[in-house]
């Protein structure tokens, strides 16, 4: 069973982005020369970093792996591991763009297999070996003249990284842990990582109950209500027990309180809401409310909808931008140390949330989301 392992810290990840100049160079893969070895494996470097995909997932990659839908380039890939082959997976421009750059130095290696990305390193290998991805990268680190780590020493330098921690798995460790600290949800974490299991994939989420209580004690004092008046909370208590996670804020209603945020009598419209308590941890969230409402505001108007209908959705947004006006002018006279505090706070509260599925019933009466 696949498990939630220890991260590169990104401090670390930087200082790899800026030394791959060297990776590849003094590697024999083949019939590869020094330029084409240093070319291909940058590319699967990269494709380890941005997808998270298994050593092997990366290295058995077939010529027509590049996709698009209507969203953008995807990555098809076979999962060895659950036997589930030709998965797509989104992947970034820049992702592609690597790809492609390989593609094109690779059509000049005449002993490479024509169904895969990445040539073996003898004849009789049709792709490249996980075995050799993943000496490549770890020949390239211990080449490294420094590696700090993101502590430091008594003496006041950093503690230099232990490079053994570095291999091609790390890499998908950090994807999902990236995603998990930014607040994707669990369900759509367990897509994109292709797991099974979503207990594995709840093993990103795990927060100490301790960092969990000094989040909420920090974000628990910038605490608004629909109005935008200041209602902090004195304790990390209060903010569990007397409140309920919803998608754009905290709910003090009792009822709903009790029902576990799935009891709200108004379906949702927060801002309208005297038990409606926000913090700085659900802006991203209300900011991309405002902008579904926006959007449902332009279509409603454009299909002739009832005066009430679009009337009901310009209070909403409007309501929500109060509270988002509020909240930005509070944290813009922070000083910065307290800033950074609360942002790390609010991450961390974000990746609680993500953790589990929040309720959402659409005022329109469609299904629940959760």
């Not at 890939?77 to 082959?85: L, S, T, V």
């Not at 960092?211 to 200041?230: F, M, Y």
Request: glycine fraction near 6%; proline fraction near 5%.
């Amino acid at each position: 069973m696949e498990s939630a392992g220890k991260a590169i810290p990104e401090s670390v990840q930087r200082q790899l982005d800026v030394l791959t100049d060297s990776i590849g160079h003094g590697f024999t893969h083949g019939a590869l020369n020094n330029a084409q070895t240093h070319q291909m494996f940058l590319t699967a470097y990269i494709i380890l970093r941005d997808t998270g995909r298994r050593t092997l997932e990366v290295a058995s990659l077939r010529t027509d792996c590049l996709s698009r839908d209507a969203t953008g380039p995807v990555l098809v890939y076979d999962n060895h591991k659950a036997k589930r082959h030709g998965r797509r997976l989104p992947i970034l421009e820049s992702t592609a763009a690597s790809i492609a750059e390989w593609s094109e130095i690779r059509s000049n290696v005449p002993t490479a297999h024509p169904e895969y990305l990445f040539p073996g390193s003898a004849i009789r290998e049709k792709h490249m070996s996980s075995v050799a991805l993943s000496s490549a990268i770890r020949r390239w680190v211990r080449g490294f003249v420094t590696l700090d780590g993101d502590q430091i020493g008594e003496d006041g330098l950093p503690i230099p990284f232990d490079r053994a921690l570095i291999h091609p798995y790390a890499f998908r460790h950090s994807y999902a842990q990236r995603h998990a600290d930014n607040g994707t949800p669990i369900d759509v974490l367990r897509q994109l990582m292709d797991h099974k299991s979503i207990q594995t994939t709840g093993g990103y989420y795990t927060i100490t109950a301790d960092r969990k209580r000094k989040a909420i004690e920090t974000v628990g004092k910038l605490v608004i209500d629909s109005s935008g008046a200041p209602a902090p909370l004195s304790s990390a208590t209060i903010y569990q027990m007397r409140s309920v996670a919803v998608p754009f804020g905290n709910c003090t209603e009792p009822s709903n309180v009790k029902a576990g945020g799935q009891g709200c009598p108004i379906r949702f419209q927060c801002a309208g809401c005297g038990f409606y308590r926000p913090d700085p941890s659900y802006l991203p969230a209300i900011e991309e409310h405002i902008n579904s409402l926006s959007a449902d505001r332009e279509i409603a108007s454009a299909m002739s909808a009832a005066p009430f209908v679009i009337d009901n959705l310009d209070a909403q947004i409007a309501a929500f931008r109060t509270v988002v006006d509020t909240m930005r002018s509070s944290l813009a006279q922070l000083d910065a140390d307290e800033r950074e505090r609360v942002d790390q706070a609010s991450a961390v509260l974000r990746k609680v949330r993500a953790g589990a599925s929040l309720p959402l019933q659409d005022v329109t009466g469609r299904k629940a989301i959760t």
